[in-house]
């Protein structure tokens, strides 16, 4: 994967008690406010992007096993019968992505993954409901999510963890985020790298998210996004009792839960005493450890224009200088026609 380049943020000017402060402050907001406008400019537009009510994407993607799967709201995903390789671990795994995007309030991300395992993992929302449902497209395995909806705490820790990838995403598409997470623009400075230097702006919303955006001075494109977050756990995976048809359960480490019912409590039953013991054990390990943050950043290039607009069709993502993840857009359509139905996952 390729290794990208890392801004040294220089921050100009430094704030100072009282009306000073303020001062600095607001104009640093308006600074903000015209390195945005410039962004959108460059990217096609105000009324273009005003425009915009939707956003299909087709990517091939590779990513590092270490980087740890999408969790999508603590999800716990039951894999039965059939073998194939672990999830965990190191090494690769390509796929394809699929993103259909209705604005204010629908998302539809298709993710298939190659190899070993195989699956297709569907995730997203229609308003307030977020969905998820998973496929094997390995012969002999079957594998089930439990439901964000079904309970009001994981639904909202599912919209959340949807809505702040998706916020990040068009952070780099647009120079903006969707109606259901606004946010707020102040200039923090500027960054230099061996490429160039870049404005830098600190990006705040409601449900705690942060981000800085990094813009290019030149082209006044955007750059690079980064964010706190914790570090993906890898995924233990158990398998079960003889005659029990192989299954295994699969828990990103202090993020899943495998109580409740449906394919977790299936699986847990499948379990002899040992393992299951096991399986509590880990959990409660990685809920009484806190999670290590660190600081994740995706880089955005290749912009081509598309229907008056310019989009990256490449976007990468990793932790200080190593790249866990790639995407190659194939395909972008702009304001497509998307059925309604197509949001429906998880309601029959």
Do not use: C
């Not at 990094?214 to 006044?220: A, E, K, P, Q, R």
């Not at 359960?249 to 109580?259: D, E, K, N, Q």
Request: glycine share 14%.
């Amino acid at each position: 994967m390729r290794k990208q380049s890392v801004f040294g943020l220089v921050v100009i000017g430094a704030l100072t008690a009282g009306s000073a402060a303020h001062v600095i402050a607001e104009a640093r907001d308006a600074k903000a406010d015209a390195v945005m406008a410039e962004a959108r400019k460059a990217l096609g537009g105000e009324k273009k992007l005003a425009d915009l009510k939707g956003l299909s994407i087709r990517a091939e993607f590779r990513r590092e096993m270490s980087a740890g799967p999408v969790s999508g709201g603590g999800a716990t995903f039951v894999m039965m019968g059939g073998g194939g390789a672990s999830f965990g671990g190191g090494g690769q795994t390509t796929g394809s992505i699929a993103i259909d995007l209705l604005l204010p309030d629908k998302l539809y991300r298709e993710e298939t993954s190659t190899g070993g395992f195989s699956i297709t993992r569907v995730d997203g929302f229609e308003g307030d409901r977020p969905f998820l449902d998973l496929i094997s497209n390995s012969p002999g395995a079957r594998v089930s999510a439990d439901n964000p909806a079904s309970d009001p705490a994981r639904a909202k820790i599912a919209l959340k963890r949807s809505h702040t990838d998706l916020a990040r995403l068009m952070l780099g598409l647009i120079a903006g985020t969707q109606p259901g997470l606004p946010v707020t623009y102040t200039y923090a400075g500027q960054a230099e790298s061996p490429d160039g230097t870049a404005h830098v702006i600190d990006v705040k919303g409601g449900e705690d998210f942060k981000a800085r955006l990094f813009i290019d001075t030149t082209t006044h494109l955007p750059l690079m996004l980064t964010y706190i977050e914790a570090e993906a756990r890898p995924i233990r995976m158990m398998h079960g009792a003889p005659g029990s048809g192989g299954t295994r359960v699969v828990t990103p480490g202090g993020g899943a839960s495998a109580s409740g019912s449906g394919g977790a409590a299936s699986a847990m039953a499948n379990l002899t005493p040992e393992q299951r013991a096991e399986i509590d054990k880990q959990m409660k390990e990685a809920a009484a450890t806190p999670p290590k943050m660190v600081e994740y950043r995706m880089f955005f290039g290749d912009y081509r224009e598309v229907s008056g607009i310019s989009l990256p069709h490449r976007i990468t993502r990793g932790t200080g200088d190593k790249t866990t993840e790639e995407w190659e857009i194939k395909d972008y359509k702009v304001n497509p026609s998307i059925k309604a139905e197509r949001f429906k996952v998880g309601t029959n």
